[in-house]
């Protein structure tokens, strides 16, 4: 089981940006994404779909649908330049699968 | 509030086997899960394997049997021991928690990280 994420996305400050994470009925299993930031540890944003752990921005939303899951960032602001990544826990083959991995630029 | 250290050697030569250990401050390992997660340079994050505090593990089959995980909850560490390295080995390794069944729902996320640990592959 693979995710894929496209390996960018540029937004303006302000704007919304979206990252992707399709794969095969992906909005059947629970997916999480974490930011990670150059030389730092990744962070979880989301968890469960759509939750957001203590100190996470509601800037930061999830969604899934068929075979997509989305990361959502509103109101985007320079610090949220990183890396997103999304992942799931493949409960037919016991084990964690990540995305490729997807650079937010903020312009 | 629960911290993760990982702690190793930063060199080891190809063939040779690469021992990490996670130490947890702030909580007890009871009833949680403990991932090692890496990332070569410039790429994306693997998962390697996790451990119970119980003991059970999961693996990645991608190691192909290479790959050895123990956890020593009274000294709240756990352990990762990878044989037969090659520069392909060569990254950044995390540790991290997953909460599992906590308060009634299943967790799957790992929502707590160590900074990481250089590990590099080089004769």
């Known amino acids: 089981y693979g995710l894929t994420q496209p390996p960018s996305v540029s937004v303006a400050p302000g704007q919304t940006a979206r990252v992707t994470c399709g794969g095969s009925?992906?909005?059947?299993?629970?997916v999480h994404w974490y930011q990670q930031k150059p030389g730092q540890a990744p962070v979880l944003v989301v968890y469960?779909?759509?939750d957001r752990p203590p100190g996470i921005p509601e800037r930061f939303s999830g969604s899934s649908s068929g075979n997509t899951a989305t990361l959502t960032i509103s109101s985007v602001e320079a610090g949220d330049e990183a890396d997103y990544y999304c992942?799931?826990?493949?409960?037919?083959?016991?084990?964690?699968?990540f995305g490729s991995g997807t650079t937010v630029t903020v312009l | 509030q629960v911290q993760l250290r990982e702690s190793g050697p930063r060199l080891v030569k190809p063939s040779e086997t690469l021992s990490l250990t996670c130490n947890v401050a702030?909580?007890?390992?009871?009833?949680?899960?403990w991932n090692w997660v890496r990332q070569s340079a410039g790429t994306g994050l693997e998962w390697i394997g996790r451990?119970?505090?119980?003991?059970?593990?999961n693996y990645n089959p991608s190691l192909k049997g290479r790959v050895t995980m123990s956890a020593e909850t009274w000294k709240n560490q756990f352990s990762l021991t990878l044989t037969s390295l090659t520069a392909a080995d060569t990254g950044t390794y995390y540790c991290?928690?997953?909460?599992?069944?906590?308060?009634?729902?299943?967790?799957?996320?790992?929502?707590?990280w160590g900074k990481g640990t250089t590990v590099i592959v080089s004769s």
């Open positions: 991290a928690r997953t909460r599992g069944l906590t308060d009634g729902h299943f967790y799957y996320d790992m929502d707590v």
């Open positions: 702030g909580d007890s390992m009871m009833d949680y899960y």
């Open positions: 451990i119970y505090s119980s003991g059970t593990t």
């Open positions: 009925n992906v909005a059947t299993k629970t």
């Open positions: 469960d779909e759509f």
């Open positions: 992942q799931i826990w493949d409960r037919g083959r016991d084990l964690y699968v």
